[in-house]
């Protein structure tokens, strides 16, 4: 089986482990290269990685995201939602939807920290 081509966007810039992490923290696939991030076409997405200074190209390839801890494949795997959030599966306890690609935010959640 082959992944069929889909709309993404390329992401480079300067400090790409920088650009993954925050990619990872909003719970979004990522296929990563040498050189290059490739994620799903989104632009709450698109707007947090600018205001990081990551250069984006749009392209339309196969997409096959790095599997995550919870998935093979497609890190959203397992069961999530964002009401769901007391620190119970490591994700921590964040506001819902603040920054979260298609849920309205800025890219720019705030964490709250807890004490446990």
Same mark, same amino acid.
């Given at each position: 089986?082959? &992944? &069929? ?15 993954? *992490?925050?990619? /990872? ?8 290269? %040498?050189? =290059? ?19 984006? =190209? ?8 790095? +599997? /995550?801890?919870?998935?093979?494949? =497609? ?11 007391? /620190? ?7 506001? %819902?939807?603040?920054?979260?690609? +298609?849920? +309205? +935010?800025?890219?720019?959640?705030? *964490? =709250?920290?807890?004490?446990?």
């Amino acid at each position: 089986m082959e &992944a &069929a081509p889909e709309a993404l966007l390329e992401v480079r810039g300067p400090d790409l482990a920088r650009l993954a *992490w925050h990619i /990872g923290n909003r719970h979004a696939p990522c296929r990563i290269e %040498a050189g =290059r991030l490739l994620v799903p076409h989104d632009h709450v997405l698109a707007g947090m990685l600018r205001q990081l200074g990551a250069e984006l =190209r749009e392209v339309t390839a196969p997409f096959q995201p790095e +599997g /995550g801890a919870y998935g093979h494949g =497609r890190t959203m795997g397992h069961h999530h939602r964002h009401d769901d959030h007391d /620190g119970h599966d490591g994700h921590g306890d964040h506001d %819902a939807g603040a920054g979260h690609p +298609g849920q +309205g +935010g800025a890219g720019q959640g705030a *964490w =709250r920290l807890r004490r446990i």
